[in-house]
């Protein structure tokens, strides 16, 4: 079964405000690492605080981030967090208003870069890096014959798959854990 802290996006607005670079960024820091100040924000995203703070403004204003008072240790610190862990949308779900359409798809190539940019990144990393990891990082493709619904199924069991992985409780074993990236796309196409 899929999260339940998992939010369909159906307001351009929301699509609008992650459709930045920065802001994919910074939400993604917030997932791997949970709420942080802008401080750290900006020290994990090597950018200036003003920069960050705007950013997080931005995304507040879309109901994506949210500030997290409870954390804060005085009245100057300010603490954000993620308002759900992940996003999905539907570019048919713009489909009636040609703007926000535009939109949708500017968000799902932004999205696509971002997975293709972390691909990379990984495999130009120093020969040493990639030796601790050994064979564990992978990429694999299969063509399949499918229907809509068939893809919708197997969507569904792939997502049940990395949200038990999610989800599960971390072993008190001493490994070291390092955040991993994971994307998986099924789309119809031809070879």
Known sequence: MESPDVRQITDSR?????????????????KVHGPSTVGLLAERTDQAPANVSHHLKVLAAADLVTEAPELARDRRERWWRLVSRGLRWSNADFDVDPAARVVAD??????????????????????????????????????????????????HELNEVLTRWADRDLPDDDAERRPVFLFIHGVPARP
């Open 14 to 30: 929301a699509l609008a405000a992650m459709a930045h670079p920065l802001r994919r960024r910074l939400m993604d820091v917030l």
């Open 106 to 155: 500017a968000a799902t190539s932004l999205n696509l870069d971002r997975h293709v940019a972390l691909a990379r990144a990984w495999h130009a990393t120093d020969e040493a890096s990639q030796a601790t990891w050994e064979d564990a990082p992978f990429s694999t493709d299969r063509w399949l014959h499918l229907t809509p619904g068939e893809l919708a199924e197997l969507s």
